[in-house]
């Protein structure tokens, strides 16, 4: 391509995992929630008068903001920012606080799209392999970069490292930490404390997968108002179109309704667990909304997640290191599980 930025020449994008049109498909490869949102997100966007599709939206999202600093214990909007996903504050990071050149830091495996925005920025991702618990090893804390990157938990390990070892990474490293908490809310305790106690730490969220809203693209970042204030500079005008931040603000003032929906998938995932693991697979303890299911020997995880595919149910394989032997599998409702472990038993025998 001439017209092509010499930058992008070997960079790939970013393919997200496959999302069918319809059918008889029993999808569970993209962690999304299997329940419908707060039935007050509808109502909200219903309530909608034509102003708010005429003009432009508020370009700060300000009842947002407000609504997350208040949920999250901060006294202020100032200490919030929300885009379009969690994935565009993600670019926004680099953009704003990463030169081109740059040494970024991750753990080995991580989620795959930081490398991404890592290439398209011009800077470096380095990886330190996690040890064999999936826990930071302590080189891991010598690495010196301008970011750390530490999703918590861990995509696609779905393992959250304790706390102690997030605070002697902000302790320790000479730069910012950003804890990416996208899948928290299924998780046993998080760090959204972190910003008030460490000048160095931005917490990430998503909408995507507790509110069960990943069709509106909303995700949000807590960090000292002066880092706040350095996003402000970079980010579109108006990031947040006006649909998502009024079900945004609706789903956020209903957070029983999400708590409830997570206690469910947490319930279930406990028996997916347990139910795969009888049928010879290997486990880590998941703070998420997915399992990573090892299984050595044949048929191998990559066969049975074509089988799986065969048979309409799609689960998640990556053929990276240290992932080859296994399959990401979403937790859906009961229901879409067991219908997952009857193929699974007519692929095993
Ligand atoms: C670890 C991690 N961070 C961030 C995201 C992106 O979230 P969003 O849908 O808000 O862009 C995902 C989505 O799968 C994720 O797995």
């Not at 139910?275 to 191998?300: C, H, M, Q, V, Y």
């Not at 689960?315 to 219908?339: K, M, P, Q, S, W």
Request: with cysteine; charged share 25%.
């Amino acid at each position: 391509m001439k017209y092509g930025r010499d930058l992008l020449k070997n960079v790939e994008g970013y393919v997200p995992g496959e999302q069918p049109k319809g059918g008889p498909i029993t999808k569970l490869n993209t962690n999304e929630n299997p329940y419908p949102p707060s039935p007050k997100v509808l109502e909200a966007l219903q309530n909608m008068g034509e102003r708010a599709f005429r003009c432009y939206p508020d370009p700060v999202s300000t009842a947002l903001r407000e609504a997350c600093a208040k949920r999250y214990g901060y006294e202020s909007a100032d200490w919030v920012i929300v885009g379009n996903g969690m994935d565009e504050l993600l670019a926004l990071v680099l953009r704003t606080f990463v030169d081109p050149g740059d040494k970024v830091l991750a753990t080995y495996p991580t989620y795959s799209l930081y490398e991404i925005l890592c290439d398209l920025h011009g800077c470096v991702l380095t990886y330190e392999d996690l040890d064999e618990n999936f826990q930071l090893t302590d080189a891991f804390y010598t690495v010196d970069a301008r970011l750390c990157i530490l999703t918590r938990p861990n995509a696609p390990t779905g393992v959250a490292v304790p706390r102690e070892a997030v605070e002697r990474l902000c302790e320790s490293f000479d730069g910012l930490v950003v804890i990416d908490e996208a899948y928290v809310d299924f998780a046993d305790d998080d760090c959204m404390d972190f910003p008030k106690r460490y000048d160095n730490a931005i917490v990430m969220r998503t909408f995507s997968k507790s509110f069960s809203l990943a069709g509106m693209r909303i995700g949000t970042a807590v960090a000292r108002p002066e880092i706040i204030a350095e996003f402000m500079k970079t980010k579109d005008s108006y990031n947040m179109n006006a649909v998502a931040q009024t079900v945004g603000l609706a789903a956020m003032e209903d957070y029983d309704y999400m708590q409830a929906n997570t206690a469910k998938v947490k319930a279930t995932r406990e028996r997916l667990k347990n139910e795969l693991e009888l049928r010879g697979f290997t486990i880590p303890k998941s703070g998420t909304n997915f399992l990573l299911a090892f299984r050595d020997g044949t048929p191998t995880a990559k066969d049975i997640f074509q089988a799986l595919r065969e048979r309409n149910v799609i689960v998640r394989y990556f053929a990276h290191r240290r992932l080859e032997n296994a399959l990401r599998i979403t937790v859906g409702t009961d229901e879409e599980c067991d219908v997952l472990l009857k193929a699974l038993d007519g692929i095993l025998g």
